[in-house]
C-alpha cells in the first residue's frame, strides 16, 4: 500500500477506536457526529456540518455497507489526505483507488478486528469462521470473505463460495487459486487438497471454502 493509503487507514482506525469500535452504522454516526438524510444517492460531506445522504435499499447488509462506506469517506477527508491518495494513481484511476481505499475502511468499520480477533479464537482458519462472521456483523457472505482473508495482510488466505459446482465468488490475499469465478470445478478437493469446505445455513446448494492457495506476492 502507498504511504498516504496508510495513513488514512490508520486514522480511520483510531476514530473508530475512539467509539470503542462500534459497528452499529447509525450510532457510530451519531459517535462521529455525522448527520444522515435521505437522498436518491450515497454521498459524503465533512462539511461542516457532516452529512451523508442515503437512498433507500430493500437489501440489509448492502445497506449497511454502503452507509459505512460513506462513513469511511467522511474519516478520509477528516484526514485531509483524500487528494493525496488519488494522487497516488494515475489521474485516470484515481477515483477508483479512492473508492477501493474508502472499501477497505469500510470493512474494518463494520467488521472491526476485536470482532475477527474473536471469531478467530474461536473457529480459527475455518469456513466456519466467515459463516459467524457475516452472521455477526450483518453483512454478506463476499463481504466477509473479503475482510476474513485480508485480516492479516501478511498470511497467505483465500476464500471462495460454490454454487453448486460453479465457483460463485472468489477473495484471496496473497495467495493464487487454480480456478477463476464462474469456472465449473466439480471436484475441488483434487485441485485443492488442504481445502475446507461448509454449507451456507439455509442455503444447500451454496459452500464456502478455505484455503491456503499458492502463495502469491506482489513485486
Not at 493509503?5 to 490508520?10: E, G, K, S
Request: charged letters at 20%; glycine letters at 6%; one cysteine or more.
Amino acid at each position: 500500500m502507498r504511504d498516504a493509503t496508510l495513513a488514512a487507514i490508520a486514522f480511520a482506525l483510531a476514530e473508530h477506536a475512539r467509539t470503542g469500535f462500534e459497528t452499529d452504522p447509525e450510532r457510530l454516526g451519531h459517535l462521529l457526529g455525522v448527520r444522515f438524510i435521505p437522498g436518491t444517492e450515497a454521498r459524503a460531506s465533512n462539511g461542516p456540518p457532516s452529512i451523508v445522504t442515503l437512498p433507500k435499499d430493500a437489501y440489509a447488509p448492502r445497506q449497511r455497507f454502503t452507509t459505512h462506506h460513506e462513513l469511511g469517506h467522511i474519516l478520509v477527508q477528516r484526514s485531509g489526505l483524500e487528494d493525496d491518495i488519488r494522487a497516488e494513481v494515475s489521474e485516470e484511476d484515481s477515483e477508483a483507488h479512492l473508492e477501493l481505499v474508502v472499501n477497505f475502511i469500510a470493512a474494518l468499520l463494520v467488521m472491526p478486528q476485536p470482532l475477527v480477533r474473536a471469531i478467530h479464537d474461536e473457529h480459527g482458519d475455518t469456513p466456519q469462521s466467515i459463516l459467524a462472521l457475516a452472521q455477526a456483523a450483518r453483512v454478506s457472505l463476499p463481504a466477509a470473505m473479503h475482510r476474513w482473508v485480508s485480516h492479516d495482510l501478511g498470511a497467505c488466505r483465500a476464500a471462495f463460495l460454490t454454487s453448486g459446482s460453479y465457483i460463485s465468488h472468489i477473495a484471496t490475499c496473497n495467495a493464487w487459486l487454480p480456478f477463476w469465478r464462474y469456472d465449473r470445478v466439480p471436484e475441488l478437493e483434487t485441485c485443492l487438497p488442504d481445502v475446507r469446505m461448509a454449507t451456507a445455513p439455509n442455503r444447500l446448494s451454496l459452500r464456502v471454502g478455505v484455503t491456503q492457495g499458492e502463495p502469491y506476492y506482489y513485486s
